[in-house]
């Protein structure tokens, strides 16, 4: 088994909530444990945000949402799961017993994975009867954006389990990171417990605010961090030298006294009640949920910055996402998808986010391109032209567009379009999509396409293949039937 079939999440809280996301919008069906009252509240709107955030991250088409469900007890939830993640509060005691609960009841293949954050695997594993298969699985707030996972075993865990679970991330977007030794917070969080530690001495002697400390990371650092670390940065900091020359130059700094890393800061009341009045003067009476939208959006866009880096190939946390996009478009080019021939074809289902408007809430014009362009791409998937295809050195490329805009797509509104094929030769697809109103049926825009089948490598247009041509012109036989589309055939500027 190379994936998850199905998850259970114990706990639903910011953490477990995230995991639920990472599951469902990974088309896994994940059963949940968590007797908190407001349990399914709060993973409705964990949730609510993650597709918001899912719909700016990728025109990829994403499988079918996995089937949510709330259980009454530990026993139901795991029940046929294959990968059970623990994301009960950080205790030892509690997640102990928790987990030792979780290893009598579940499947005997079951991994199980501990979202603690500092924790160690082999006191967790100490009362379960089946050791072997737990190990920690710390990932990052928001779990369903950031895709990364530190895998920490125990002394009791086995190889073939840290095996399974780093191979069992890689189709839901995550990237595992194995933690070679056990040690207290892992990699990431002792790293930001130093620095947590310097930030709050800095704040208590009155260097600077907490508004001032975050900007001093956003601006400069906190950039570099987010696509090539802390080692690559400071390598090319050495210039061509490299890192030698850096450790060099910079190395003698660290005898000086400038830290006080080895100091724990007294949080007392008063150091509490300035940075509580700091943070809340920094918020600006910005809920928890609208910071947390505005983290997605900015993280969607950082990842995205990085999806087109290195000339295209992709970097650090942006390589993963291309590597995770062409892998739900060779899945979805895999799907098959029966059409009524009475009907335009209907490709596209999404919403408008909040990354597609503009200042007055409508959706901006390269957008609807783009929604034109996936359903043009959907289309050829269902002709043949898939992924496989296209990276064989074969596709269809677009040639002339023409546009026309009827309405106002607008924030948070259901859309959907419709592909009319209108001719079908040997090198040419001629197409007339329409963007409808999914409410009303209203049709917002259309746009009418003509596209050429290339030989990508030579650099010039081609034949298709029958098979190819044979699947395009079955649909433009159903779709002659149909009534021409209005506006096909018109010219910018034409009178209507």
């Given amino acids: 088994m190379t994936g998850i079939n199905k998850a259970a ?138 895709p990364l996972v530190e895998i920490v075993g125990g002394e009791k865990t086995s190889a073939a389990t840290i095996r399974a679970a780093m191979v069992r ?51 400069s650092f906190g950039l570099r961090w987010a696509q090539m670390g802390l080692f690559q940065t400071y390598r090319i900091a050495g210039g061509e030298a490299g890192m030698r020359h850096f450790l060099a130059q910079f190395g003698p700094c660290l005898a000086w006294p400038w830290t006080k890393l080895t100091d724990v800061v007294d949080l007392d009341d ?77 490709l596209v289902e999404t919403k408008v986010s909040p990354a597609w408007v503009d200042y007055n809430g409508h959706m901006t014009e390269h957008r609807y391109l783009q929604v034109f362009g996936d359903t043009s791409d959907a289309l050829l998937r269902l002709i043949g032209v898939d992924l496989a295809y296209v990276e064989a050195g074969q596709s269809y490329y677009t040639v002339e567009t023409h546009i026309r805009h009827l309405g106002e797509a607008k924030l948070g509104q259901a859309i959907h379009s419709t592909c009319q094929v209108l001719d079908v030769d040997e090198k040419r697809l001629h197409v007339f999509h329409t963007l409808h109103d999914t409410a009303t049926g209203e049709a917002l825009a ?27 012109k079955a649909i433009a036989r159903a779709h002659a039937e149909l009534a021409a589309p209005e506006g096909a055939g018109r010219h910018v500027g034409q009178r209507r």
């Fill in 9 to 146: 999440c114990i706990g639903g809280g910011v953490i477990g909530g995230g995991w639920i996301a990472r599951f469902l919008l990974a088309g896994i069906d994940v059963n949940v444990f968590d007797p908190h009252p407001e349990a399914s509240r709060i993973v409705g709107e964990v949730l609510a945000n993650a597709e918001k955030a899912y719909a700016m991250l990728t025109g990829a088409p994403l499988p079918p949402r996995g089937r949510l469900t709330f259980c009454t007890t530990l026993e139901e939830a795991v029940a046929g799961a294959d990968w059970i993640q623990e994301s009960v509060p950080e205790r030892l005691d509690l997640k102990r017993g928790v987990l030792t609960e979780i290893d009598a009841v579940a499947r005997p293949d079951a991994l199980i994975g501990s979202s603690t954050s500092g924790l160690l695997p082999t006191d967790l594993q100490r009362d379960m009867k089946h050791p072997q298969r737990l190990f920690v699985a710390h990932p990052y707030n928001p779990v369903y954006l950031l």
């Fill in 169 to 219: 991330l890689a189709p839901i977007g995550m990237k595992g990171v194995h933690i070679a030794k056990e040690i207290e917070a892992f990699v990431g969080d002792r790293l930001l417990e130093a620095l947590w530690r310097e930030a709050l001495w800095l704040i208590h002697d009155d260097i600077c605010t907490v508004e001032t400390l975050d900007d001093v990371i956003r601006y």
């Fill in 270 to 346: 008063a150091l509490i009640e300035k940075i509580g009045r700091q943070s809340d003067e920094q918020a600006a009476g910005l809920s928890i949920r609208e910071l947390e939208r505005i983290r997605d959006e900015n993280l969607v866009g950082i990842l995205q910055a990085l999806k087109g880096g290195d000339g295209g190939r992709g970097w650090g946390a942006g390589k993963l996402l291309k590597d995770f996009e062409q892998s739900l478009w060779a899945a979805g080019g895999r799907a098959t998808t029966s059409f009524d021939p009475s009907k335009p074809l209907k």
């Fill in 446 to 472: 259309t746009a009418e396409h003509m596209l050429l089948h290339v030989d990508s490598k030579a650099g010039k247009a081609v034949p298709a293949p029958a098979d190819i041509i044979d699947k395009a």
